[in-house]
Each structure stands twice: as structure tokens, then as C-alpha cells.
């Protein structure tokens, strides 16, 4: 999608892109790093590789390239409900519920309803978007992320 997007040149420019990683351990190569599991879990795609990016870095380059399209970046609003209407002759098919940030108190928080065509999951390894639909974020060394 990054490269529809017209963002792949930038991401490639401040992330790390690998194929495959391996550790060395007592001059053997062994299995290492949680990128290891995800390579394996990458399966038959076009691009074969992952790309990591530092989530303020990333944050920046989708709030650089939306303001190029005149759009409106606000922060301090968080995700809390999501779902895909799959409807494909619908404009927006993504409904997002976000909350502000404004109090604690989350009964007088502001809520809004949104659509969109994407929701982009930038919010780290405990990302909400990918929590709202349901992805389990395992690595091999056998601990949960979801």
C-alpha cells in the first residue's frame, strides 16, 4: 500500500529494510530477532521483505504527505471502535469511532464518527487498529503482543 500511496521512496529512506536477519551464536547462525518470525509469517507476497520504521518518524511522513493533499491532521484523539462495511460501491467504507483526548474522564470525552477509505496503524506494538480487528501480534519467543 505504501507504494499507492506514493510513500515508499520516504519510508525507504528512514527505515530498515531487510530480507531476512540472521544472529550468530557461538559462530553458528541461529534463529533471532522477532523479525524472524515475522519473515515466516510473511507467506507468498510480491514484496518479500519488511520494513521497519521508528513510530514518530512514520508518524511524520503520513502527516506530511495528508497536509500535501490539503488535509486536516488533529491529534490527541484515540481509536476506540472500528468496522469495515465491505460495501465496495461505498466511498467510505471504514467507520472509526475516535475519542479525545481532552479529560480523563472517558463518559465526557468527546466522540466522533468517522468514515475513511483506510485506517493506517501507526500507534506502535500495541496498536489499537490492529487490536480492533482482531490480529494477534505473536513472536517466537513465545510472548503476545495482542
Not at 469511532?97 to 506502535?124: H, M, P
Request: hydrophobic share 35%; glycine share 10%; with cysteine.
Amino acid at each position: 500500500m505504501l507504494d499507492q500511496l506514493d510513500l515508499l521512496g520516504e519510508m525507504n529512506q528512514i527505515g530498515l529494510s531487510a530480507q531476512d536477519i540472521v544472529a550468530w551464536n557461538d559462530r553458528k547462525a541461529v534463529a533471532g530477532h522477532d523479525w524472524h518470525y515475522m519473515f515466516h509469517q510473511l507467506g507468498e507476497t510480491y514484496f518479500k521483505y519488511l520494513l521497519n520504521v521508528r513510530q514518530k518518524f512514520s508518524m511524520d511522513v503520513f502527516r506530511r504527505r495528508y497536509e500535501r493533499i490539503h488535509g486536516l491532521v488533529q491529534t490527541g484523539w484515540s481509536l476506540v471502535e472500528m468496522k469495515n462495511d465491505c460495501d465496495e460501491d461505498k466511498e467510505y467504507p471504514v467507520e472509526g469511532v475516535i475519542r479525545g483526548q481532552v479529560c480523563d474522564d472517558v463518559k465526557t470525552a468527546k466522540r466522533l464518527t468517522a468514515g475513511s477509505k483506510y485506517i493506517v496503524g501507526t500507534d506502535g506494538g500495541r496498536s489499537s487498529v490492529r487490536q480492533l480487528v482482531g490480529i494477534d501480534f505473536e513472536t517466537d519467543r513465545g510472548y503476545s503482543c495482542g
